[in-house]
Nanobody, 123 residues
Framework: QVQLVESGGGLVQSGDSLRLSCAAS????????MGWFRQAPGKEREFVAR????????YYTDSLKGRFTISRDNAKNTVYLQMNSLKPEDTAVYYC????????????????WGQGTQVTVSS
C-alpha cells in the first residue's frame, strides 16, 4: 500500500510559478511510475505528466510541454511538478498518482492516488 500526500498548491497570479510536491510512503517508491493529473471544475481528470521509477523517462501532455517539469527524488520518496508561466486555465485540483508498473497517461492505469491540492491562477 502506498499513501500519497500532495502539497504546494495555492492562489497565484498569471505568469507566476509553483512547485507541487507529492510525498509517498513505503520502501519501494523507486519502483513506481509517478504521474500528475489535474481536474478543473466541470471537466474530466486529465493527464499532465509522468516519470519512470529511475527518473530517466518523462512524458508530458503536449499542451504543457515547456512550461511544466516533472521530477523525483527517490531518496526523499517525493515527486515534484514545477509549473511555470501559469495561466488561468491551469486552475484545477492537481493529483499525484502511482503505478506499480510502467504505465501510460490513462488514469485507470494508476494504482494509488493522493487527495489533491488546489491550484488557482488569477488573471
Amino acid at each position: 500500500q502506498v499513501q500519497l500526500v500532495e502539497s504546494g498548491g495555492g492562489l497565484v497570479q498569471s505568469g507566476d510559478s509553483l512547485r507541487l510536491s507529492c510525498a509517498a510512503s513505503g520502501r519501494t517508491f523507486s519502483t513506481y511510475t509517478m504521474g500528475w493529473f489535474r481536474q478543473a471544475p466541470g471537466k474530466e481528470r486529465e493527464f499532465v505528466a509522468r516519470i519512470s521509477g529511475s527518473g530517466a523517462r518523462t512524458y508530458y501532455t503536449d499542451s504543457l510541454k515547456g512550461r511544466f517539469t516533472i521530477s523525483r527524488d527517490n531518496a526523499k520518496n517525493t515527486v515534484y511538478l514545477q509549473m511555470n508561466s501559469l495561466k488561468p486555465e491551469d486552475t484545477a485540483v492537481y493529483y499525484c498518482a502511482a503505478g506499480k508498473t510502467w504505465v501510460g497517461p490513462s488514469a485507470y492505469e494508476y494504482d494509488y492516488w493522493g487527495q489533491g491540492t488546489q491550484v488557482t491562477v488569477s488573471s
